[in-house]
């Protein structure tokens, strides 16, 4: 699986869209691209994926290049209890069901 | 549905002794993922059933840990005796379909060795 590579930390405004990055330059054609995220003291939450299409659902938008070596997450109005460590996973689909987390981004919404 | 159920949500015991994490994953689910999360480590896969089979169990720590899923409806995971190095969060997750990463983490159970 490839290698993901994240910011530690981010700061946003409350209200304001979070753009979280994530860089994955060795992602290979069969890789997917996963976002979870963890709240303080919960279990990790599924947010989103895609291969090489922009995706969106009701939590976030993805954005993937179009050479696939990065994306973006998108919060669009980032709330206070968006507060939250953010996964960024690059993996093959249909191969078992192995995550393997990273450090991740601590993104901290301001008031 | 109510989610991924773990007990207990906290455990304290004393070095040496045996503990025993107890997980029901959600209906219909056919795969059941076991983490342990710490500060030092972060979050790591420790064994995960597809069907109530152990597929990979090659993020167990050592023999000291093992887990089980007798049913589709039920799993363990145990120490055996347990040390302080083994205090951390375990979260069990489960998830629908071959490949499917979409995975339903639980809310962990705290588990402190004195």
């Known amino acids: 699986d490839a290698k993901t590579t994240q910011p530690p930390s981010m700061d946003c405004a409350e209200g304001r869209a979070a753009n979280l990055p994530c860089n994955h330059s060795t992602i290979s054609g069969n890789e997917y691209v996963y976002w979870y995220r963890q709240i303080h003291s919960q279990g990790p939450q599924y947010i989103i994926h895609?291969?090489?299409n922009n995706e969106t659902n009701e939590m976030a938008s993805l954005i993937i290049t179009e050479d696939r070596k990065s994306s973006t997450l998108i919060l669009p109005h980032a709330t206070l209890r968006d507060t939250a460590v953010y996964y960024c996973i690059a993996l093959i689909y249909n191969q078992g069901g192995k995550l393997i987390f990273g450090q991740g981004t601590e993104l901290s919404v301001k008031p | 549905d109510a989610g991924v159920i773990q007990s207990p949500r906290h455990e304290v015991t004393e070095m040496g002794q045996e503990v025993t994490l107890r997980c029901k994953p959600i209906s219909g689910h056919d795969y059941l993922f076991w983490y342990r999360q710490t500060m030092m480590r972060g979050l790591e896969l420790l064994i995960y059933?597809?069907?109530?089979?152990?597929?990979?169990d090659s993020g167990m720590p050592e023999d000291r840990f093992s887990a089980k899923m007798p049913n589709a409806s039920f799993s363990t995971l145990k120490i055996q005796p347990s040390e302080p190095r083994d205090s951390a969060v375990y979260f069990c997750?489960?998830?629908?379909?071959?490949?499917?990463?979409?995975?339903?983490f639980g809310p962990g159970t705290r588990l402190t060795v004195t």
């Open positions: 997750a489960s998830s629908l379909g071959t490949g499917r990463y979409e995975q339903y």
């Open positions: 895609g291969l090489k």
């Open positions: 059933f597809n069907n109530n089979v152990p597929i990979d």
